[in-house]
């Protein structure tokens, strides 16, 4: 299973992590597990928990108290089929957004590598 840190969350979600913080010591059922060293280990799940309520709260401006209240009706109230579902395409697409970041770095460490590679040559065969 994959689990993001707080600063993967904060680059995934665009959401700076004093504001996550704050979310986990206001929101209850925000719980993020800790590492050894004491540091956030978010699930897929959470994230697309936090991702939700980020739409609720920010994109939609309906406020941190409202959002909670509306997430909290989905988690106990929804049908239950659609919300494993949709809670599984959720999952799926930060999954997806966690694959494609990690494939922008290698892509941006492999162009940075042959582009010196190339500059080397370029240098070498001039003289």
Do not use: C, N
């Not at 004093?18 to 799940?45: A, M």
């Not at 997806?96 to 010196?116: A, D, F, G, N, P």
């Amino acid at each position: 299973m994959a689990y993001l840190s707080i600063g993967q969350l904060e680059k995934l979600l665009s959401v700076p992590a004093s504001t996550l913080r704050f979310w986990e010591k206001t929101v209850p059922f925000l719980t993020p597990s800790r590492s050894r060293s004491g540091r956030r280990t978010y699930s897929l799940s959470e994230a697309a928990l936090i991702a939700r309520l980020k739409h609720l709260a920010l994109d939609r401006k309906l406020g941190l108290h409202r959002a909670q209240r509306i997430l909290e009706f989905e988690l106990l109230y929804e049908d239950q089929d659609f919300r494993a579902r949709a809670k599984a395409l959720r999952d799926e697409m930060l999954l997806l957004m966690v694959e494609s970041e990690r494939w922008r770095q290698e892509y941006t460490r492999v162009s940075s590598v042959l582009k010196i590679s190339g500059e080397e040559q370029f240098d070498g065969s001039a003289h």
